[in-house]
């Protein structure tokens, strides 16, 4: 079950604009650069991301029908800025995994007990 839509609208008013700012600096945090699908403007997101071998997973704490999310699938990718490198993403993924395995240990405990079990995968191009 994904956090409430309200929480999601109170995040990108107000803490979404001073997190955005230190995201791209911090373990565990991302700053997501996409385009609207509808728009066309360009969006940074601040992100949790995990770093895969050859990818990124994203638990999607709002749902797969979160506007980022349906932005980067639409898009068929993205651009992340994680620990001051910026990647080129591609071909995403949205699965349900209710074992949370992707995730490390203390932060699958955090996501069973919100009950987070959507995830995206994203492949950096090469």
Same mark, same amino acid.
């Given at each position: 079950?994904? +956090?409430?839509?309200? /929480? @999601?609208? @109170?995040?990108?008013?107000?803490?979404?604009?001073?997190?955005?700012?230190? $995201?791209?600096? /911090?373990?565990?945090?991302? /700053?997501?650069?996409?385009?609207?699908?509808?728009?066309?403007? !360009?969006?940074?997101?601040?992100?949790? =991301?995990?770093?895969?071998?050859?990818?990124?997973?994203? @638990?999607?704490?709002?749902? +797969?029908?979160?506007?980022?999310?349906?932005?980067?699938? $639409? @898009?068929?990718?993205?651009?992340? /800025?994680?620990?001051?490198?910026?990647?080129?993403?591609?071909?995403? !993924?949205?699965?349900?995994?209710?074992?949370? $395995?992707?995730?490390? =240990?203390?932060?699958?405990?955090?996501?069973?007990?919100?009950?987070?079990?959507?995830?995206?995968? =994203?492949?950096?191009?090469?």
């Amino acid at each position: 079950m994904p +956090a409430p839509r309200w /929480l @999601a609208r @109170a995040n990108r008013v107000g803490l979404n604009r001073v997190v955005r700012f230190v $995201a791209p600096w /911090l373990p565990g945090f991302g /700053l997501l650069i996409h385009r609207g699908r509808r728009s066309g403007r !360009q969006f940074r997101t601040p992100v949790n =991301l995990f770093r895969r071998r050859d990818g990124f997973v994203f @638990a999607l704490t709002y749902g +797969a029908d979160a506007d980022w999310v349906r932005n980067v699938v $639409a @898009a068929g990718g993205c651009e992340v /800025l994680t620990r001051r490198t910026r990647y080129t993403l591609t071909d995403p !993924q949205v699965y349900v995994d209710e074992e949370r $395995a992707d995730m490390p =240990l203390p932060v699958r405990r955090i996501l069973g007990i919100v009950r987070v079990s959507e995830f995206l995968y =994203l492949r950096i191009a090469p």
